[in-house]
């Protein structure tokens, strides 16, 4: 029999969103058309990278013996090793067309769609809008729940009561509502289903392109991210929100709004006690940044002058700015499992050490999952130590010039890194910096921001700390290097942009690190 080919089929939360589940199961039927004899093999897996053009797919083939010899590669430890396998991304599997590709890239056999059962075919298509709408309803997206469902409702009456259901979780009882028209046109519901609206303090720009925005509410039903009580003990987890943006009519779905998930910097026990931040980076063109934007600049206008006047209260000059707006958000929604940082159900495996390849915003990933690291005291949970994350945290951080976040966390983490503690882990023990220049500055949305003397004294003291600073992107030699330093067992986390993921999962495979297995 010959090597097998093996389909990985992304089950990251975004591409489960887009389908993914389904697609899981759509690329199993297609395989199984074709001659067992090809033995392909069909797997689900983690992020791939590719989150803006999802669902997602990797083909892995087996190289032939000259590839083989031709296509060495580092490995973990510096040494060339030979690669024996080639990896094809697909993106946008969103229909039967695309998924026979994967499977045809697999096997070298087209399935065959003329001869594919009628039957077959309406049951695949039904399970790739139904998966799709189940997690959209399980992670509180009512609009991407409700897009299209009418117009299948109409031909379906098994789905009139799913969509009877997800209207009044949205706010809007069938029968108060005259038309679909209506509910998109219309002004925010008195309430919605596991969300709450806070009440937007403030926004400080913290760089060309970022900002942090607080927010804080008295509502009871915000929920909390570790639910306990009553004999029921606090599971350790990462955790984000859904944010509601009141952008109106959109392509989105039928309800004013479209939904947009935030990883919050602030802690478990700052929600607790009705206070968030969230580290948000504002692109022009985006439709829910640029709505916040606008939202920000609402009823500020006296508070820049005063500003302007020199009538400063904030401490920080212009770069903070003083409101009062309502923004919606969700109950608090698990990202990773703890310690073994992975987002479903704890898989049994503890790594011994964590490697963090963060970029940009990605950067907000971190103090959420260092705060398990004393959960007690930073969170307000009692965790049995099994459940903390007690080994080596090196982070290699890449971001632009014009867009450091989080500098004077990362020195304090570092500096924390240092101490020699037998009892226990603290902070980061090896931090990677990379900053990265750009042509872009005309185009920020705060083009006015200014970093202050500050930033170049956290720079120099970050050094000084033992922080490797390179003015360089990710390359092959550093992640041999970081893979080299850490403990086996090793769990790899990437989290930033959509290229920044693809080039970190493809230096890891070229380095011979198992990414179907390790990487989150």
Not at 154 to 174: C, F, H, M, Q, W
């Given at each position: 029999?010959?090597?097998?080919?093996?389909?990985?089929?992304?089950?990251?939360?975004?591409?489960?969103?887009?389908?993914?589940?389904?697609?899981?199961?759509?690329i199993e039927e297609l395989a199984s058309l074709?001659?067992?004899?090809?033995?392909?093999?069909?797997?689900?897996?983690?992020?791939?990278?590719?989150?803006?053009?999802?669902?997602?797919?990797?083909?892995?083939?087996?190289?032939?013996?000259?590839?083989?010899?031709?296509?060495?590669?580092?490995?973990?430890?510096?040494?060339?090793?030979?690669?024996?396998?080639?990896?094809?991304?697909?993106?946008?599997?969103?229909?039967?067309?695309?998924?026979?590709?994967?499977?045809?890239?697999?096997?070298?056999?087209?399935?065959?769609?003329?001869?594919?059962?009628?039957?077959?075919?309406?049951?695949?298509?039904?399970?790739?809008?139904?998966?799709?709408?189940?997690?959209?309803?399980?992670?509180?997206?009512?609009?991407?729940?409700?897009?299209?469902?009418?117009?299948?409702?109409?031909?379906?009456?098994?789905?009139?009561?799913?969509?009877?259901?997800?209207?009044?979780?949205?706010?809007?009882?069938?029968?108060?509502?005259?038309?679909?028209?209506?509910?998109?046109?219309?002004?925010?519901?008195?309430?919605?289903?596991?969300?709450?609206?806070?009440?937007?303090?403030?926004?400080?720009?913290?760089?060309?392109?970022?900002?942090?925005?607080?927010?804080?509410?008295?509502?009871?039903?915000?929920?909390?991210?570790?639910?306990?009580?009553?004999?029921?003990?606090?599971?350790?987890?990462?955790?984000?929100?859904?944010?509601?943006?009141?952008?109106?009519?959109?392509?989105?779905?039928?309800?004013?709004?479209?939904?947009?998930?935030?990883?919050?910097?602030?802690?478990a026990l700052d929600w607790e006690r009705g206070?968030?931040?969230?580290?948000?980076?504002?692109?022009?063109?985006?439709?829910?940044?640029?709505?916040?934007?606008?939202?920000?600049?609402?009823?500020?206008?006296?508070?820049?002058?005063?500003?302007?006047?020199?009538?400063?209260?904030?401490?920080?000059?212009?770069?903070?700015?003083?409101?009062?707006?309502?923004?919606?958000?969700?109950?608090?929604?698990?990202?990773?499992?703890?310690?073994?940082?992975?987002?479903?159900?704890?898989?049994?495996?503890?790594?011994?050490?964590?490697?963090?390849?963060?970029?940009?915003?990605?950067?907000?990933?971190?103090?959420?999952?260092?705060?398990?690291?004393?959960?007690?005291?930073?969170?307000?949970?009692?965790?049995?130590?099994?459940?903390?994350?007690?080994?080596?945290?090196?982070?290699?951080?890449?971001?632009?010039?014009?867009?450091?976040?989080?500098?004077?966390?990362?020195?304090?983490?570092?500096?924390?890194?240092?101490?020699?503690?037998?009892?226990?882990?603290?902070?980061?023990?090896?931090?990677?910096?990379?900053?990265?220049?750009?042509?872009?500055?005309?185009?920020?949305?705060?083009?006015?921001?200014?970093?202050?003397?500050?930033?170049?004294?956290?720079?120099?003291?970050?050094?000084?700390?033992?922080?490797?600073?390179?003015?360089?992107?990710?390359?092959?030699?550093?992640?041999?290097?970081?893979?080299?330093?850490?403990?086996?067992?090793?769990?790899?986390?990437?989290?930033?942009?959509?290229?920044?993921?693809?080039?970190?999962?493809?230096?890891?495979?070229?380095?011979?690190?198992?990414?179907?297995?390790?990487?989150?």
């Amino acid at each position: 029999m010959p090597p097998s080919s093996t389909i990985h089929v992304c089950q990251s939360s975004t591409c489960r969103g887009k389908g993914s589940e389904a697609v899981l199961v759509e690329i199993e039927e297609l395989a199984s058309l074709i001659d067992n004899n090809l033995n392909c093999n069909v797997e689900p897996t983690g992020c791939l990278g590719y989150c803006s053009r999802g669902p997602a797919v990797a083909v892995v083939t087996p190289t032939n013996e000259h590839a083989n010899r031709s296509n060495g590669s580092k490995s973990r430890t510096g040494r060339k090793t030979q690669r024996t396998s080639n990896t094809s991304i697909h993106v946008n599997i969103n229909t039967f067309e695309k998924s026979a590709e994967v499977v045809k890239q697999a096997t070298g056999v087209n399935p065959d769609l003329h001869n594919l059962p009628i039957a077959t075919e309406r049951r695949l298509s039904k399970i790739r809008k139904t998966r799709a709408r189940e997690y959209a309803v399980s992670t509180y997206q009512w609009n991407r729940a409700l897009k299209g469902l009418q117009e299948d409702a109409v031909e379906n009456e098994d789905l009139r009561e799913d969509l009877r259901k997800i209207l009044t979780s949205a706010g809007y009882p069938p029968h108060n509502a005259k038309s679909w028209r209506d509910i998109n046109n219309s002004v925010m519901p008195a309430s919605i289903e596991s969300y709450v609206p806070w009440t937007l303090n403030s926004v400080e720009i913290v760089s060309s392109h970022s900002a942090i925005f607080e927010l804080t509410t008295r509502d009871l039903s915000r929920s909390t991210p570790h639910p306990r009580g009553r004999g029921r003990l606090a599971s350790p987890i990462t955790w984000h929100v859904t944010m509601l943006g009141e952008v109106g009519s959109n392509n989105e779905g039928p309800l004013p709004w479209i939904e947009r998930d935030y990883t919050p910097i602030s802690s478990a026990l700052d929600w607790e006690r009705g206070r968030v931040a969230i580290l948000i980076k504002i692109y022009n063109m985006g439709r829910l940044t640029s709505w916040l934007r606008r939202t920000r600049m609402i009823g500020n206008k006296e508070n820049e002058k005063k500003q302007d006047e020199g009538d400063d209260t904030t401490g920080k000059g212009s770069n903070i700015i003083q409101t009062k707006q309502n923004i919606w958000l969700s109950a608090p929604l698990k990202t990773l499992s703890m310690p073994n940082l992975v987002p479903d159900k704890d898989d049994g495996f503890k790594p011994s050490s964590v490697l963090l390849l963060l970029a940009g915003t990605g950067i907000v990933a971190l103090p959420q999952i260092l705060a398990h690291r004393e959960p007690t005291r930073l969170l307000g949970i009692p965790t049995p130590r099994s459940k903390q994350l007690q080994c080596p945290i090196d982070l290699i951080l890449s971001c632009r010039h014009d867009d450091l976040l989080m500098l004077e966390e990362i020195n304090d983490w570092c500096k924390q890194g240092r101490r020699l503690d037998p009892r226990r882990f603290c902070g980061l023990r090896h931090c990677t910096l990379l900053i990265t220049h750009n042509n872009e500055e005309k185009h920020a949305p705060f083009p006015e921001f200014q970093a202050g003397p500050n930033r170049d004294l956290i720079l120099q003291e970050l050094e000084e700390n033992g922080v490797t600073v390179h003015s360089h992107r990710l390359d092959n030699d550093m992640i041999s290097e970081s893979i080299g330093r850490m403990v086996e067992p090793c769990r790899v986390v990437v989290s930033g942009p959509d290229s920044f993921n693809q080039c970190a999962r493809e230096l890891l495979e070229e380095c011979g690190f198992a990414t179907s297995a390790r990487l989150t």
